[in-house]
Each structure stands twice: as structure tokens, then as C-alpha cells.
């Protein structure tokens, strides 16, 4: 059993994270979910993603692309559907659950391999004092699918080999922005660990766009490690978890 603290709510992290003026432009514009709040998105954003406040894994989020000036298309899961303007607040409903509150957020067009949307896990530990990122691990979205989470297919590989990949494609990934996006990441830690201490583990996920800006998506202070041991990286993996044994004890 972890012993550490964990923050579920991801408005309350993102709120946070907005609180600083570095962090901020690195954050997807995002609100609470309501039929008011859609239109506005829509009206700013061809794409948003509808999500649930609390939850991980990917499980839950809608995705809602404008195609045309008065439709749109609904994805969720692996399944998708045309809806008019005028009943697309009734669809997204009826795919929410009742029993949680939903988050919408800016959609961003992110880097892909072979046509796959990618992103970038960066996992923190805080095994003394100080942060320290432990790894960091691309994610290629399963055929068919708009995320890129593990347990929905996503193929983690290494960041070296996505970088790799994504030049051939037209939608690459920036390789010159490691050193920003370590800084970023340890930046996040110490925002949320100020606000939050007792935190010891954070999973941060970060995407590039068309031109190669940095977005951070989500923040997991719950992060699962296990992707890390699927690539060639076993020292990276047995670092990791060894870190994560002295954090639980």
C-alpha cells in the first residue's frame, strides 16, 4: 500500500498549476463541463476532450472534433458517431456517468507515428529531499484510439526511438526540448508538492503540438511504472522500483 499522499481531483491540480506564471502557458485550457461551457470551447477549439475529474487510465474521456460548421464528431472508446449542434449536449450526457463531475479541455493536435497520436510519460520520485525524474517514456496511441494510455492498447517505447519514428512521419517530436522538459517536470513536482506536501510520486504526461509546443495533459500522483519494463530500459525500470519500495515502506 502506498503511504504517500495522492490528489485525485484534476481541476484541483490544474488549478494549481496555473497559479504559476511558467507553468501556465504549458496548460490546456480547461473548465468545468456544462452545455454552456461546450459551446465556448467549440466555438474557440476544432477539438476538445471531455473528461472525468477524478479517474486515470484514459477511462471515461470523450473526444468532440467540429467536421463541419453545424456538425461534429463524437469518439468514445473506439467508437464514433456524427451529431448536429443541436442534440450534441444530450450524446456527451448519455456517455457520462452520473455519478462523477466532468472536465472539458482545449484539444491539442499532437505529434503522431504512423498516423498514432504520441506523447511523453515523465515519471518523478522523491525518494530523499529533492525530485528527481526517474524516467521518461513515449506512448503511441493503439490503432483506432485518441489516447495513449497503457491500459488502452497504448505501445510504450523509448523516447530516443519515438523521437526516431516521429521524424519520419511529418509530425515530429521536438528532439532539442529535453532539457525543457525535464525543467518543466520538476517545476510541476515542486508547484504540487508546495501546495500539497506528503507528495512522493508523480506521472506526468506531456504531448507536443503541430509545431512542436509543450503541453502537459495530466499529472497522476498514483502513477503506474510497470510501462517501463516493456523496453529495452531495465536498469531505468529497476531504478525505479527500487525507489518506489523505500517510498512505501
Not at 502557458?25 to 454552456?36: D, K, R, V
Not at 463524437?74 to 456524427?82: A, E, P
Not at 510541476?188 to 506536501?197: E, K, Y
Amino acid at each position: 500500500m502506498r503511504r504517500y499522499r495522492q490528489i485525485a481531483s484534476k481541476a484541483l491540480k490544474t488549478k494549481v498549476m496555473l497559479e504559476n506564471p511558467i507553468l501556465a502557458p504549458y496548460i490546456p485550457f480547461t473548465t468545468w463541463y456544462s452545455e454552456a461551457s461546450l459551446k465556448r470551447m467549440l466555438s474557440s477549439y476544432p477539438t476538445v476532450f471531455v473528461k472525468p475529474d477524478k479517474g486515470g487510465g484514459g477511462a471515461g474521456i470523450i473526444r468532440v472534433r467540429r467536421v463541419t460548421e453545424r456538425g461534429y464528431q463524437v469518439n468514445f472508446h473506439r467508437t464514433g458517431r456524427m451529431v448536429d449542434a443541436e442534440h450534441l449536449h444530450a450524446v456527451i450526457s448519455r456517455l457520462q456517468r452520473i455519478d462523477k463531475r466532468y472536465l472539458i479541455q482545449q484539444g491539442i493536435d499532437l505529434a503522431r507515428i504512423n498516423g498514432r497520436p504520441v506523447d511523453i510519460r515523465v515519471l518523478l520520485q522523491k525518494p530523499g529531499r529533492r525530485w528527481i525524474v526517474s524516467g521518461m517514456i513515449a506512448k503511441v496511441a493503439a490503432r483506432g484510439q485518441f489516447v495513449t494510455n497503457h491500459c488502452k492498447g497504448g505501445q510504450p517505447i523509448s523516447v530516443e526511438r519515438a523521437l526516431s519514428l516521429s521524424g519520419n512521419t511529418g509530425n515530429p517530436l521536438p528532439s532539442d526540448r529535453t532539457e525543457e522538459l525535464e525543467k518543466m517536470a520538476l517545476l510541476t513536482a515542486w508547484v504540487l508538492d508546495s501546495r500539497f506536501p506528503g507528495l512522493r510520486e508523480l506521472g506526468i504526461d506531456v504531448g507536443a503540438d503541430q509545431e512542436g509546443k509543450l503541453w502537459i495533459f495530466e499529472v497522476n500522483t498514483r502513477p503506474q511504472f510497470q510501462m517501463f519494463r516493456k523496453t529495452e530500459r531495465k536498469k531505468e525500470y529497476r531504478k525505479i522500483l527500487n525507489h518506489h519500495r523505500r517510498l512505501v515502506r
